[in-house]
């Protein structure tokens, strides 16, 4: 499985921000798929996952309300929506995938991240 994440950038704070990733797998459905970040000095954290068909979403606490997590399966693309954005959201954000349920939160494929800065 090969991940390649894209659309970060520059943008101010309360302002909005789609990020993208294409997945380069044949069984694109089969699995969970999920945003992760890392901010400067920080680990890297949860941030959204969905399910094999999309009906099933998880977010972390500091994003709810704010980001939406998407799929569409026929183009094997997954994104993530972000609104409202805060300097706290600035990271390095990552796209993963998971063969596994989305509540195992198991993720074995990385992409590389793009960047996400939000100047306050």
């Known amino acids: 499985v090969q991940l390649q994440a894209s659309g970060g950038g520059l943008v101010q704070a309360g302002g909005s921000l789609r990020v993208s990733c294409t997945a380069s797998?044949?069984?694109?459905?089969?699995?969970?798929m999920g945003w992760f970040r890392q901010a400067p000095g920080k680990e890297r954290e949860f941030v959204a996952g969905?399910?094999?068909?999309?009906?099933?979403?998880d977010y972390a606490d500091s994003v709810k309300g704010r980001f939406a997590i998407s799929r569409d399966n026929a183009k094997n693309m997954v994104y993530l929506q972000m609104n409202s954005l805060k300097p706290e959201d600035t990271a390095v954000y990552y796209c993963?995938?998971?063969?596994?349920?989305?509540?195992?939160?198991?993720?074995?494929?990385w992409g590389q991240g793009t960047e996400v800065t939000v100047s306050s």
């Open positions: 797998v044949r069984t694109f459905s089969s699995y969970t």
């Open positions: 969905i399910s094999r068909s999309g009906g099933v979403t």
């Open positions: 993963a995938a998971s063969p596994l349920p989305i509540a195992h939160k198991a993720y074995n494929y």
